[in-house]
């Protein structure tokens, strides 16, 4: 982010402001810490800040401080596209195209306010008056911690702040252990454990709160488990039947794909979820190396991300939406077998 730019967010942000905050649909670890830390920062500036969600998020992710405060657009959508209406600034966190805020994306285009973003994936959107926009960045919490040192204010970072930050980053670098996790980000990290996050604490509030049932889903999802060898690939399947059956709540899935890229001699790993209620089938890519999954969820699922982390969906069946995957592998397999 340009100085100039810093400076008039800075001149921006120096007398109080209505503020919409919003992450990206079905938000994650680094979306909801990311908005809850910058939230909380914008308040000690007396700011009337208040994220919105486009939908709700898994339970192990509504211990954050503040939380319950965050609006969810799907099931209160009258107010908050009124306050998107009515906000001066409107911050985008960990998403790069509007299309991303799913319902929200019309109402946020309308909106007048002066548009932020502060994200760390691939191929932005030119829709924001100010981008900060990085991808060799760990995650957007340590995004956000950039932003507010930009602004001269590290002193503000307080114990909630800390652990608003330190959730996201945990999150999005797999417990600090995928290449993005760089000596700054561990600098970061001390920093915020000095600050009063908690790290044990907030490891046990994400990692350690299975329910039997979604521990009984896991179970199903590596029993679906296959390999293909030629193309040092796995995926895993999980059909609408089979998630009614363990009575899946949002979350229950998460992390699962990276069972498969754990497989020796695995660089590629791919998870298919049947979604019989929006007609599509949900698909997370994970990869090892320089395999970027980011170009092939972007070419052939409509979608996009990292280079070793991507979503993506696709409107045929469970069994085609594999067939299809299955498919395209041989024109990777040189790329693959490289690594």
């Not at 905050?21 to 007396?46: E, Q």
């Not at 959508?77 to 805020?101: G, W």
């Not at 920093?191 to 044990?200: F, R, S, T, V, Y």
């Not at 991300?305 to 979503?311: K, Q």
Request: net charge negative; charged share 20%.
């Amino acid at each position: 982010m340009k100085k100039q730019d810093i400076a008039d967010i800075k001149h921006l942000l120096s007398s109080p402001k209505k503020i919409v905050i919003v992450p990206h649909k079905n938000p994650d670890g680094d979306a909801i810490g990311s908005t809850l830390g910058l939230y909380h920062y914008l308040k000690k500036g007396n700011h009337n800040a208040q994220i919105i969600a486009p939908n709700d998020y898994p339970n192990f992710l509504k211990w954050i401080p503040e939380e319950h405060t965050i609006l969810k657009h799907d099931s209160q959508t009258k107010v908050c596209d009124t306050l998107i209406k009515d906000a001066d600034i409107i911050f985008t966190l960990d998403f790069n195209a509007l299309h991303r805020a799913g319902n929200m994306e019309t109402a946020l285009a309308k909106s007048n306010a002066v548009k932020i973003m502060i994200d760390h994936h691939q191929a932005p959107d030119n829709y924001a008056k100010y981008i900060f926009s990085d991808v060799s960045m760990s995650s957007t919490c340590e995004m956000v911690y950039h932003f507010i040192n930009m602004l001269g204010d590290l002193n503000e970072i307080d114990s909630t702040i800390a652990t608003c930050l330190y959730l996201g980053i945990m999150t999005d670098t797999g417990s600090f252990r995928f290449p993005s996790t760089t000596s700054e980000t561990h600098k970061i990290i001390a920093h915020l454990i000095e600050k009063g996050a908690d790290n044990a604490q907030i490891h046990n509030n994400v990692y350690d709160s299975n329910s039997y049932n979604s521990l009984q889903l896991l179970g199903c999802a590596l029993t679906n488990l296959k390999v293909i060898p030629e193309s040092r690939t796995a995926y895993i399947t999980l059909s609408q039947e089979e998630l009614n059956k363990f009575d899946y709540k949002k979350g229950d899935t998460e992390g699962i794909v990276n069972y498969g890229l754990s497989l020796e001699n695995v660089i590629l790993a791919a998870i298919f979820i049947e979604d019989k209620q929006e007609g599509i089938v949900k698909i997370s890519l994970r990869s090892k190396g320089n395999f970027s999954v980011n170009d092939m969820s972007r070419t052939h699922f409509e979608g996009g991300g990292h280079i070793n982390a991507a979503g993506g969906k696709s409107y045929l069946s469970l069994n085609h939406t594999v067939e299809k995957f299955i498919s395209i592998l041989p024109s990777y397999n040189k790329a693959l077998n490289n690594e």
